[in-house]
């Protein structure tokens, strides 16, 4: 009995120093995670590369914490990846692919083969695209040279919660790299390619005063047409075009901070020639008639026979085009040759310009920071082309101007997220 009670007696000195244990682990619990969560903030401040800020929520959070498939990708992969031209991007998100037919100021973004694809400017890409905050109405217009950024995030899926209606296969947000107060500082980069390929890009930033800093910015990007236009005498597919941006960042407190930014941007190209495929790249470019093999009316669709080249005077077209005038030659050459064939007199000559200012407010009110973002762009653009790339002037050969000016001002609110531990 006394045994007994002996080993009840410290069963229960057990069970007390135990419980007297639990509130003190789950104390230096406490302190560990309060710990931890301020070095995770610590590093995001400082940015070391193993942690990436974003604001796919309107509001800066790490990735890892975002409940949304989004990629970042930061300044520092841009330049290792030899990116210099938002195009270029699906080389570290390859679920984007960006691309032009007729008119490069009509190019568009599609996010996993989603997206808003053709020449009319009236349509709006699915592909909503911001830069800074400001909504780009035109992707081609956004989507060129954009020079020195800070950081590019591809949200992917439905994002009209956040974009907008134009945004039901996805967002682009690039932020553009701005000014500094650490000190005076510049670079500068020079390129040069095949087709005498030349792209200058440099840039200054400077402090004027302790509150106040200004950077400039600017690129320009020239290259020789890689198509020949045989009869007209000239190169086609080329590339002149220039950008300018200049900022301002004001930051007469801790918790205010007001930046400017005013850009404008040129191009003076002939654009988008292409040359007749061959059933050698793409075995699909062949005729059909789209009878079963079996039938007697079938003309080619019979087993074990490929049909004609859709090039070849079998389609019914190419006798018409020849008799019109066409140099066979456009016709029967390699996919890849680089002389094309057009009307005398027709021109890919097209100008794009654009420009725009827009300015971004942000007040810290201690538990809400309050965030005005105010824009206004203005784009025109002229495009030559001729669209039935043949010799023969077929009256659907056109060119085009438009004028596009939009304004933007969106004001939100966003506060740090909670977390909350259950005990």
């Known amino acids: 009995m006394k045994r007994f009670n002996l080993r009840h007696q410290c069963a229960l000195g057990a069970l007390a120093g135990a419980m007297a244990f639990v509130p003190s682990a ?12 301020t070095d995770l903030v610590a590093a995001a401040d400082v940015d070391d590369g193993n942690v990436i800020i974003v604001r796919a929520q309107g509001r800066d959070q790490t990735l890892s914490d975002v409940p949304v498939a989004v990629s970042a990708v930061t300044a520092e992969t841009l330049q290792k990846s030899g990116v210099a031209d938002i195009r270029d991007m699906n080389q570290v998100a390859p679920s984007l692919l960006i691309s032009s037919t007729g008119n490069e100021s009509n190019g568009s973004a599609r996010i996993r083969g989603i997206g808003t694809v053709g020449d009319n400017p009236g349509l709006e890409s699915s592909v909503a695209v911001f830069i800074d905050g400001v909504y780009r109405s035109r992707s081609g217009n956004a989507l060129s040279e954009l020079g020195p950024l800070d950081r590019v995030e591809i949200l992917r899926g439905p994002q009209g919660t956040l974009g907008g209606r134009n945004s039901s296969a996805g967002l682009i947000n690039i932020y553009t790299a701005p000014p500094e107060m650490d000190g005076f500082s510049g670079y500068g980069a020079f390129t040069y390619g095949n087709y005498d390929a030349i792209r200058v890009e440099g840039g200054i930033n400077a402090p004027l005063g302790e509150t106040v800093a200004a950077r400039v910015d600017g690129v320009y990007f020239q290259r020789d047409g890689f198509y020949s236009d045989v009869v007209n ?12 941006r200049g900022q301002l960042l004001f930051e007469p407190t801790s918790d205010l901070s007001i930046r400017l930014v005013g850009d404008y941007s040129k191009k003076d190209e002939a654009c988008c020639a292409a040359t007749f495929v061959q059933p050698s790249f793409a075995p699909l470019a062949r005729l059909s008639d789209d009878l079963p ?17 859709l090039t070849s005077t079998a389609n019914p077209i190419i006798p018409v085009l020849l008799a019109l005038g066409q140099d066979p030659r456009a016709l ?28 971004e407010v942000n007040w810290d009110f201690g538990n809400v920071t309050m965030t005005s973002i105010t824009g206004y762009r203005d784009y025109s ?14 009256p659907v ?18 506060a740090p997220v909670q977390r909350f531990a259950a005990r």
């Open 26 to 37: 789950a104390s230096a619990q406490d302190t560990a995670t309060t710990e931890q969560d």
């Open 233 to 244: 005498d000239t190169r086609v597919n080329d590339r002149d075009r220039y950008l300018i």
């Open 293 to 309: 093999p079996t039938s007697a009316d079938a003309k080619f669709d019979y087993p074990g026979s490929l049909t004609p080249a």
């Open 332 to 359: 029967n050459q390699s996919t890849f040759n680089r002389d094309i064939y057009v009307t005398p007199g027709r021109s890919y000559q097209g100008e794009t310009e654009d420009y725009g200012i827009s300015g």
């Open 381 to 394: 653009n002229f495009q030559g082309s001729d669209t039935d790339y043949t010799q023969v002037d077929i």
């Open 397 to 414: 050969s056109r060119s085009g101007a438009e004028c596009r000016c939009a304004r933007v001002q969106d004001i939100h609110a966003r």
